[in-house]
């Protein structure tokens, strides 16, 4: 099962698990409202994480110095994930 993901506010661009917000909250805040992130089903887009930038399928290994295909031999790179979009706002508890 894949981790859970989550959009600090409406305008974040970048969404992490719920220990990050349990781990950088202020320590007299009781509960905080965040932002679940939703998966996108995108073939054009994804998310690199060895640049932390949105990459285009089919550019990655013609262009990056980084790719690393899984296999070790050719096809989708190791860094290639999912790009998200903000869902439902919900509140938790710290």
Known sequence: MSKQFYFENEDS???YTIDYFRDNSD?????????????LNDDTF???RSVDEVGTNGDCGKFCSDYAPK????????F???????????????
Do not use: D, Q, V
Not at 71 to 78: A, E, R, V, W, Y
Not at 86 to 92: A, D, F, L, S
């Open 13 to 15: 661009e970048f969404c």
């Open 71 to 78: 296999n070790g031999k050719s096809g989708m790179c190791k």
């Open 46 to 48: 994804f998310w690199c």
């Open 80 to 94: 290639k994930g999912r790009l998200y979009t903000h869902g439902e706002k919900i509140t938790i508890k710290l």
């Open 27 to 39: 320590p007299e805040e009781k509960e905080i409202t965040i932002y679940k992130a939703i998966p």
